[in-house]
């Protein structure tokens, strides 16, 4: 059996990404850097690595920083899920530049989550496990207790689903993907429904 959390094995890290979409709510570094320190100890991510083709043991770890993102692209670790495997993780941010605010994505690839046995896919109209919403929305919570952001979207390939000025600080009334919207400065979670 293929080990959901090896690096070099290819399969780990294909087929899409389950995810944690967070819009930042600006392009500040700083307050980039804050939801991803924040994040990395919410998800319990053991190890920041930049390369996927060598194992951690078989590379130097780098800084799980803002600077790291930008040089590498992707940061990668390895996360226990909530069935207790140990699985590949990463993330990527997306700079909005002028127009726009930054995203930060921490996602399982759809390859570990095939390898470690996970079900994510119930005939629902969309990729969906209700163990990863859950997990991720736990995560995103714990997140923004420690750094505040503007949104947060959770699902398999949910970044740039939505936005922060269209959800406008209300919760939509049928969705596809897990909102994780800051009303009153308290955030409020809402699973997938459709």
Do not use: K
């Not at 290819?10 to 991803?36: C, H, K, M, P, R």
């Not at 590379?59 to 799980?64: E, G, I, T």
Request: proline content about 5%.
């Amino acid at each position: 059996m293929t080990s959901p959390a090896s690096f070099r094995n290819s399969t780990n890290w294909s087929d899409g990404f389950y995810e944690l979409a967070i819009e930042i709510g600006t392009t500040n570094d700083a307050q980039l850097q804050g939801v991803l320190t924040a994040l990395w100890a919410a998800a319990d991510v053991q190890g920041c690595f930049g390369r996927s083709d060598l194992e951690p043991e078989e590379q130097d770890p780098v800084p799980c920083t803002v600077s790291s993102l930008t040089e590498y692209g992707h940061l990668r670790g390895q996360v226990r899920l909530p069935t207790n495997q140990l699985v590949v993780c990463g993330c990527v941010a997306i700079r909005g530049g002028d127009d726009s605010s930054d995203w930060l994505d921490f996602y399982v690839p759809v390859g570990a989550l095939d390898n470690a046995g996970l079900a994510y896919w119930d005939g629902r109209p969309f990729f969906r496990s209700d163990v990863m919403d859950d997990w991720l929305a736990a995560i995103g919570r714990e997140t923004f207790t420690r750094a505040a952001f503007s949104l947060g979207v959770v699902g398999f390939e949910v970044s740039g689903c939505a936005d922060a000025a269209t959800a406008a600080g209300r919760m939509p009334q049928e969705r596809d993907i897990g909102y994780l919207i800051p009303i009153g400065g308290v955030l409020h979670y809402e699973a997938a429904n459709t």
